[in-house]
Each structure stands twice: as structure tokens, then as C-alpha cells.
């Protein structure tokens, strides 16, 4: 089992910066990737970013460039460095780990940025 929490979420001006946190717990040896993925109102849950276990990155193309993900040293931190943010960012940020057995989701996170 593992439970995942999100951090950092808020309201920002367009152009300004957040960083979200997502911090899981359990048996996180099996570990396969983890990534932010986000859902504006009346929108589909988008991937934003991932990262494997070895440390190969992805980016939706809206965020290329402005976003950036990382991992704590111990692998059970994982971040998301927003800058640059457009209204077009707003949405709930979701947390996301893959493990060789399944799939768990954090609570969400709400980004808001204001134009």
C-alpha cells in the first residue's frame, strides 16, 4: 500500500511561481515512475510531467519548458517547480506513482493563477 500527499498548491498571479510536493509513504522498493498530472473544471486529467526510476523526464507540451520535475534523494519526495504560469495552468494537480502492481493517486492539490 502506498498513501501519497500533495503540498504547495495556491493562488498566484499569471507569471509567478509554484512549486507542489508530493510525499508518499509505504513499500515504495517496486517503484516504476511518478508524475503530476492535473484536471480543470470540465476537462479530462492531463499528464503535466513524469519521471521513471531512473530518472527520465516527460512534459506535456503546454508546460515544456516552464515546469520541472524532480525526486527527493530517498525517491519518496517528488516536486514540481511551476514558473511562468498562465491562467491556463489552473486546475487540481494530482500526484501519481506507478508500482509494478498498481497505481495510486494523491488527493489532489488546487493551482489557481489569476490573469
Do not use: H
Not at 500526484?95 to 502492481?101: A, F, G, H, L, R
Amino acid at each position: 500500500q502506498v498513501q501519497l500527499e500533495e503540498s504547495g498548491g495556491g493562488l498566484v498571479q499569471a507569471g509567478g511561481s509554484l512549486r507542489l510536493s508530493c510525499a508518499a509513504t509505504g513499500w515504495l522498493s517496486s517503484l516504476k515512475d511518478m508524475g503530476w498530472y492535473r484536471q480543470a473544471p470540465g476537462k479530462q486529467r492531463e499528464l503535466v510531467a513524469s519521471i521513471s526510476s531512473g530518472g527520465s523526464t516527460n512534459y506535456s507540451d503546454s508546460v515544456q519548458g516552464r515546469f520541472t520535475i524532480s525526486q527527493g534523494i530517498d525517491r519518496n519526495l517528488m516536486y514540481l517547480q511551476m514558473n511562468s504560469l498562465k491562467p491556463e495552468d489552473t486546475g487540481v494537480y494530482y500526484c501519481k506513482v506507478t508500482m509494478t502492481w498498481g497505481t495510486y493517486w494523491g488527493q489532489g492539490t488546487q493551482v489557481t493563477v489569476s490573469s
